[in-house]
């Protein structure tokens, strides 16, 4: 574990704090005017490999061979020139800072960052982190990677779950939540259930790799869920005509894929990072990489009774209560976290997959 202390004094500005995964979700802008939780778990912090934050420079200002040094791949509207390595926390992890008055601007109902460095050391006044919880964005606290430094806690290091460990834990994502709006209609509530933001993002990013993985041709997933998910959007952008590629769930405590797989759905760690990766004979059929909760509610859906049940509890029923609702609109994959993966994909180079990246945007309203 790590505390993360300020650059100029050495001030403690967090508590002890776990690395793990940055999560998909971390740039995602969702609806309007949408109040959206903290980001990350209490006692977790998760760093940005790319740059971040202003300045920021236009595509046609940058020399081709930089992109590509960046691993970018197709054009994009703007790409910044910050530092990379910001380390994002959450809110309440934070220690010994105070808000700076006159950075303090947001677009709507919060702070948004936009400004700058909101959060300066209380014990020397140096500039650290930005507090964001402005609508439509996760709320988290950015630590700024020039101002803070890691120091080791000694003695609290404990050595990353294993994939059994995982499945014994058992911990999925739902794919339905209630969604909050920082202004609800004058009568009624100011939520309603919809599809999970966090299954959105994931989705979008897994849709790229899909795309990758399908080399031009259908794409068939399993049914169900996952169905639900991505079908309706790989029918509209791949073609009919040619032999479909199967992609089908694989990883810890399912069974072992069948060799002609071409796709595998698998999880990704989420402390390490690390894909899930198959034994041989289907080690060469192409990864998928969705959050481990995600990645589990698909393969291992919690069951659910047509009713509530009385009297006492029976043998194998985990719970009782009815299911959440079910939205009901169409399941979209972020666009923005779509395209963001896509770019960065050196498949993209390739003429039919650029074609359907440009494609995707014309009927963004129809896909998304």
Not at 94 to 104: D, F, M, Y
Not at 188 to 209: D, I, T, V
Not at 316 to 328: I, S, W
């Amino acid at each position: 574990m790590f505390v993360f202390v300020c650059a100029g004094c050495g001030a403690e500005l967090t508590a002890p704090l776990s690395q793990v995964v940055l999560p998909v979700h971390t740039h995602q802008k969702y609806g309007n005017g949408i109040q959206l939780p903290v980001l990350m778990e209490a006692g977790t912090f998760a760093v940005e490999p790319e740059p971040s934050g202003p300045p920021w420079r236009r595509w046609e200002e940058i020399d081709p061979d930089e992109l590509a040094a960046r691993g970018i791949y197709a054009p994009v509207h703007v790409l910044s020139d910050g530092a990379p390595g910001a380390i994002v926390i959450a809110p309440g992890d934070v220690r010994g800072t105070a808000l700076i008055p006159e950075k303090c601007g947001g677009y709507c109902c919060g702070l948004d960052g936009a400004d700058g460095p909101n959060l300066a050391c209380e014990t020397c006044g140096l500039p650290v982190a930005s507090r964001i919880d402005d609508c439509s964005l996760w709320q988290a606290v950015w630590l700024a990677p020039d101002a803070v430094r890691r120091r080791r806690v000694d003695g609290t290091d404990a050595a990353p779950l294993s994939w059994a460990e995982l499945v014994a834990q058992g911990k999925g994502t739902p794919a339905f939540e209630p969604i909050t709006a920082w202004d609800g209609p004058r009568l009624g509530l100011n939520h309603w259930w919809s599809w999970s933001p966090r299954w959105e993002a994931a989705a979008g990013r897994a849709l790229a790799h899909l795309l990758t993985a399908s080399e031009g041709r259908p794409v068939t997933v399993p049914d169900g869920l996952t169905e639900e998910v991505f079908q309706r959007v790989l029918d509209t952008l791949l073609p009919a005509g040619p032999p479909a590629r199967r992609a089908v769930l694989a990883g810890p405590g399912l069974p072992a894929p069948d060799a002609d797989v071409d796709i595998l759905i698998v999880p990704v760690h989420p402390q390490t990072g690390e894909t899930w990766a198959p034994p041989s004979p289907a080690a060469s059929a192409h990864p998928v990489p969705l959050p481990f909760g995600v990645w589990w509610w698909l393969a291992f859906p919690e069951p659910h009774l047509p009713a509530p049940a009385s009297g006492v509890m029976p043998d194998g029923v985990l719970r009782d209560d009815p299911p959440a609702p079910h939205p009901c609109s169409l399941f979209r994959p972020d666009p923005g976290i779509f395209w963001h993966t896509l770019v960065r994909l050196p498949a993209v180079r390739n003429q039919w997959l650029r074609e359907i990246l440009r494609t995707s945007r014309r009927t963004r309203a129809r896909l998304f």
